[in-house]
């Protein structure tokens, strides 16, 4: 059996997944899709909407035939540590093919990136740097830089953050070593930032979690599989909230102010005395937003400064994630199958190059550690009986198998 | 102006406060009434189900002349720590008295306690040492120790909390050398702990806080001045809650679970191995009541285990607190006071031993950082903006003055 990996959030899962998936199937022949999934964190420093198992059972009720996690040492964090996570995990699972979503849509654009930047990286690097220390923000100093190397590029502009990731896959699976082959599918309906459900059955996942805060349901129901639909509403229904930042803010409005400056300068992406502009930011904001606006300046990005809150409230220090990215991942945890998945997993157990792991609970060590303390985090909000109920539940529940 | 000093809670103000206030004045003569308060957290390890403010006025409207805060280094400590911190303050005030209640009454028995066990000092720490040894809490190795020493006694047990405390203030003025005279008053009608609340008019604060719970304003009315009742209503209109720790279980259970077990073990009082029950009293318990009862051994009284859960709350480390408890009171800070009050502090303003602080945030160092920490802490389950105005407005608060 032959498969294919894609690395998603699906938060929430919509119909342009599920147009990915069909062609990732498609393009590459594969018999098998696996995602590899972020858990309950995100890649722009957010709490996915609904958990991770209800995001799991949307992926696999559309098609998906596997789904593991994306640690949280992974998940949130700048393109680069998040693909090469991803990367080795798909690679651990024996994948022959990733597929991504790209606003380019040409494979070849990424290679010949991929080409043009490993002949350039330290001319690169130190213009990066330069514009940096003028106080642009990383992302905005990397993509001068580019055009100021290449200004007449017809290769792949680097603003696009899907372009980006599909940039840092390309490099990740070379640098690693591995003989995966890359496909790419164009995104043609949505763009990843936009906050309007414009078209009629595809559209962006920010636009449609706007949608749902707006309780534009008739919109909502539109643009994803009714299974997601019914999932997200199930979710909500049990649990009385899908999550966002605001149902944090008391956390980390606590969290804050109750540690001393010094502690929270240890924290992960808590740069240039950061830790000052939190405590103030603290003081004056009643709600997450307001928070953010007290944040922002022209040297960070908001995904920047929302990925350092979310390191904040989950008390991730820079030693302990200095300690877990040192090491190579040292197992998977397998969220969900359906029976074509647990055939490729048995075909495969031989070869694979982790274990695979279904209770997380007996794990020990710095990167399970992480996990567990996440993962409570992101309960917090729940409300006191139901929070302590899956606290203890979350760390052995078993994987979802769907027939 | 002469003046009286008396430690006190007020949590709520009660009858039997203003009984003991009145006797104060009476017994010594003196013009004014000084009060130390704790502020924020007590020394049963919990929060005052309202405001050190609101606590203040109900003192100054009960004739109360001034009202100090009791920091929470010495608010939320054993009897000899607590009874240290206070004498200090009151004896910075240039009180020349001091009155509590007791069990007892008769202040010769302190005295002659007091001399016993400066006589009897090292053999009676042995004897407590061993009985922990075996198991027991310290209060209980305490009241052993004492029995044996002196099986005929008829000095005073070190049984009843206030005979606890009072001992402690007649060695904390000793051993600070200072010539402040104490002076007792019996506490005829209600124990500290009890429940319910017999007698007519005078009730214990513990059955009057079980009473605000049960919703029984009738009975509460008929025990408290009736402006402290007007005050407590008045607070839970504007904040809709009177504080328990119930309001503060979810950051507690957010912070146990989200803090290393290496650092849980920092927490001031935390001690062999405490941090490792913590973490699973956490992740089993749905309310503090739960958590509480998991945590409960033969060895750790109710109340040390309320001082841990508190500690582990507020942040508060073992090298802070050995820090702040190595120095002198450095500052004192007024929470209120009425005209008599007022002019005490004028004409005794060059003989005071520390400064009198009405804004603390413009302190720096351990000591105001502990203060301001506790403090947010304390505000955290008012609701998103209340909190964040209490939180802006209480550091720069002026003290109250009553006409």
Redesign the interface.
């Known amino acids: 059996m032959k498969a294919v990996g894609i690395v998603v959030e699906y938060n929430p899962f919509h119909n342009g997944h599920l147009f990915q998936v069909e062609q990732a199937r498609k393009l590459t022949g594969a018999d098998v899709v696996i995602v590899v999934m972020s858990g309950t964190f995100l890649q722009r420093g957010e709490p996915a909407i609904v958990s991770k198992w209800q995001r799991a059972k949307m992926a696999l009720t559309a098609g998906v035939d596997l789904v593991i996690e994306l640690p949280y040492m992974y998940s949130t964090q700048k393109a680069e540590i998040f693909a090469n996570g991803a990367i080795s995990l798909l690679a651990a699972m024996g994948v022959e093919f990733i597929n991504f979503g790209s606003e380019s849509g040409n494979i070849e654009d990424f290679e010949n990136l991929h080409m043009f930047m490993k002949s350039h990286q330290t001319t690169f690097d130190q213009l990066v740097k330069a514009k940096m220390k003028l106080g642009l923000s990383y992302p905005r100093a990397t993509s001068e830089a580019f055009c100021q190397l290449e200004p007449d590029s017809s290769i792949l502009t680097l603003t696009e953050p899907n372009n980006i990731l599909g940039f840092h896959y390309i490099k990740a699976i070379s640098e690693q070593g591995h003989k995966i082959k890359a496909t790419t599918t164009l995104r043609k309906q949505a763009h990843y930032h936009d906050r309007d459900i414009t078209q009629k059955r595809i559209a962006s996942a920010t636009s449609i979690r706007q949608a749902i805060a707006n309780g534009q349901s008739i919109e909502v129901k539109h643009v994803m599989p009714e299974t997601s639909f019914r999932l997200i509403n199930e979710y909500k229904e049990a649990f009385s909230l899908l999550h966002t930042w605001e149902h944090y803010?008391?956390?980390l409005?606590?969290?804050i102010?109750?540690?001393?400056l010094n502690d929270l300068g240890l924290i992960y992406e808590c740069e240039e005395g950061l830790e000052y502009r939190m405590k103030q930011a603290s003081?004056?904001?009643?709600?997450f937003t307001e928070w953010m606006e007290y944040m922002k300046t022209k040297r960070y990005t908001w995904t920047r400064l929302q990925r350092l809150a979310t390191h904040v409230?989950?008390?991730t220090t820079k030693a302990e994630m200095k300690e877990v990215l040192s090491l190579k991942p040292q197992y998977i945890r397998l969220l969900g199958m359906n029976q074509i998945g647990q055939a490729y997993l048995n075909q495969t157990k031989k070869q694979r190059a982790l274990p695979l792991i279904t209770k997380p609970a007996k794990l020990e060590g710095t990167v399970a550690?992480i996990e567990e303390?996440v993962t409570?985090?992101y309960i917090?909000p729940l409300d006191?009986?139901q929070?302590?109920?899956q606290?203890?539940e979350e760390m052995t529940r078993p994987p979802i198998l769907i027939q």
Chains 1, 2 share one sequence.
């Open positions: 803010y008391n956390l409005q606590y969290k102010l109750s540690t001393p003081k004056l904001s009643s709600s409230l989950t008390n550690d303390r409570n985090v917090a006191t009986k929070r302590t109920k606290i203890r």
